[in-house]
């Protein structure tokens, strides 16, 4: 009997315009924290959304981790929002928009409010880094439902970073990741499975017709 294991192979990757959606171009996974429990999991699929207080979170609610300022090293949740306190907008600033850059760096973009506004526009302000995990067994990584992993530490974590580095894909704003599966492939296996289960029908149905004229023949 064939066994099967889960395929990690790239999808296609398709841009859906949504503010909240990512995809990993590359190796690599998402990182979620349950917030009931504290249990991180493992996840390629990038169908996030905010929650009620600018939290990143998966569809079920838990939060996607990365780094913020003034924390390096440490997995944090990511939180989104035009009016930061750390780090601070730079004095005489606003916020008019956000965007994620391939490298899971979130940027504001900002606008003075002098009167007359400054010649040269502000810098964009990072508030924080949607981060990678790249693992060095990801067979090992075990299913819990919901497009989600687990068992990270014995996969072997080499550790949740910036994306287009070390290994780790590159994350695509507004976009998402589309099923991996072959159809084909799929549909084909489908059809020789039904072949077989045909022959093996024929086979016991061809048995007993022979035992039946043995039968026969015995009377």
Not at 9 to 20: K, R, S, V
Not at 115 to 134: F, G, H, M, R, Y
């Amino acid at each position: 009997m064939r066994h099967y294991t889960s395929s990690f192979a790239q999808g296609n990757i398709d841009a859906t315009g949504q503010p909240y959606d990512m995809a990993i171009d590359g190796s690599g996974f998402f990182i979620v924290r349950d917030t009931a429990n504290n249990a991180t999991y493992a996840t390629r699929a990038g169908d996030f959304r905010a929650d009620a207080n600018g939290f990143l979170t998966t569809t079920e609610g838990m939060r996607v981790q990365g780094e913020i300022p003034g924390s390096p090293g440490v997995s944090s949740d990511i939180k989104i929002t035009l009016t930061p306190t750390a780090p601070a907008l730079p004095a005489d600033t606003e916020a008019i928009s956000w965007r994620i850059e391939s490298n899971g760096d979130v940027n504001l973009t900002l606008r003075s409010t002098r009167v007359p506004p400054s010649a040269t526009p502000p810098d964009p302000l990072k508030i924080a880094q949607i981060q990678v995990q790249t693992f060095r067994d990801i067979n090992t990584l075990s299913k819990v439902g919901n497009n989600r992993f687990g068992n990270l530490a014995a996969a072997g974590s080499v550790g949740l970073g910036t994306a287009g580095q070390a290994g780790r894909g590159q994350v695509r704003w507004q976009s998402l990741e589309q099923a991996n599966v072959d159809l084909a492939t799929q549909f084909t296996d489908l059809m020789v499975t039904q072949r077989g289960y045909q022959a093996n029908a024929k086979i016991i149905t061809t048995s007993d017709e022979i035992l039946q004229e043995l039968i026969n023949l015995k009377r």
